[in-house]
């Protein structure tokens, strides 16, 4: 949508989305009631921290992860320019990426969590796969249709890392400490979009192909994280 909106002019997509923005606002004004939250008596116990045995290994998987998905989103606009520059329309080229991306993350998190559930340890595990297989095929094959195509099967791969992740991470504290760790995951993921200028800007600028290769030896890294990991492996019984 954006793309098509951008072609009216540069400014038209600011202005439709902002004017969305403030209709959300007034719904959300006019259709939610206020909660006083009440006062918790209860102590809270086993106090965690982010270097916690139940809560780094999940941190270290976000943090690659979301530098994975990072340098991906803001090197899409760049990639697209560069190896597709004959291409007309190249602003609806690349909308169409990010709602590939989208939707295939929706799908998939409605078919591995909701009609055909799997085990957290294996959404994990073959969600990584997926992203190792689409990061090398982009790098590889640099051809529009494949590039389209390795964008689904990256959002599916996202829709099954993400969720099992959170989820993981979740059922791996006590009741009182999910909020805490909720909070530490929260905190974790900005990290890729922090480091993509540093880390993987740098790489793009000598080819970008590259980069995507670069992504994929970090899903590799995790695959082994995932498996040597006894907490993440712990994720298969949750």
Known sequence: MGG??????????FYVFSMLA????IGIYRKLDSVTKKKNTVKKLNKINWYSSTIWPFLAFAAVLSLCQASLLQSIGFYITDLYS??????TL???TFALLSISTIVSQYIFTDAFPMNN??????????LIFSYFTMAFYQTISVYYLSIIVLGFGFGMTRPALASSLSLAQSPENQGSAAGYLGSV????HMTTPFIAMPIYS???????????V???TLIIFIISQPILKKSGSL
Request: proline fraction near 8%.
């Open 94 to 96: 690349i909308s169409m």
């Open 86 to 91: 004959d291409f007309d329309n190249l602003p």
């Open 189 to 192: 993921i900005p990290i890729g």
């Open 206 to 216: 000598i080819n970008p192909a590259y980069l995507y290769y670069f992504s994929s």
């Open 218 to 220: 970090l899903c590799i």
């Open 4 to 13: 098509f909106l951008f072609l009216i002019s540069n400014e038209t997509p």
């Open 121 to 130: 340890f294996n959404l994990l595990l073959f969600g990584t796969l997926l």
């Open 22 to 25: 403030f209709i959300a606002a």
